[in-house]
């Protein structure tokens, strides 16, 4: 059983930053690429970010490019999600995930293929 736990999160406002970390248990976390969704009330949970198991391939929504950025550091089993210049509209419950497709590192990255989640981390931006 993989354990995932986010920090992080908080409210901040508009044009601010905020780092979310994931801490990964219960597998060998270096085998496994990681991604960041996110969810509003109503809506499907939608991806954000991914990365690759070895940490060298990333991928992001066309909403956040240029303003998020993934990173993983195996050594302590964590994920992160740099978040630049949020906006209202990035408000959401941030959810990690660890994808099931052991040394796999992209670009096809789905709801589906992650097969353990984390409580989620609210992340609230004011404007």
């Known amino acids: 059983q993989v354990q995932l736990v986010e920090s992080g999160g908080g409210l901040v406002q508009a044009g601010g930053s905020l780092r979310l970390s994931c801490a990964a248990s219960g597998r060998t976390f270096s085998n496994y690429p990681m991604g960041w969704f996110r969810q509003t009330p109503g809506k499907e949970r939608e991806f954000v970010a991914a990365?690759?198991?070895?940490?060298?391939?990333?991928y992001y929504a066309d909403s956040v490019k240029g303003r998020f950025t993934i990173s993983r550091d195996n050594a302590k089993n964590t994920v992160y999600l740099q978040m630049n210049s949020l906006k209202p509209e990035d408000t959401a419950v941030y959810y990690c995930?660890?994808?099931?497709?052991?040394?796999?590192?992209?670009?096809?990255?789905?709801?589906?293929?992650?097969?353990?989640w984390g409580q989620g981390t609210q992340v609230t931006v004011s404007s």
């Open positions: 995930a660890a994808d099931r497709r052991a040394y796999y590192s992209g670009p096809n990255y789905y709801k589906t293929t992650f097969d353990y």
């Open positions: 990365i690759g198991w070895r940490g060298g391939s990333t």
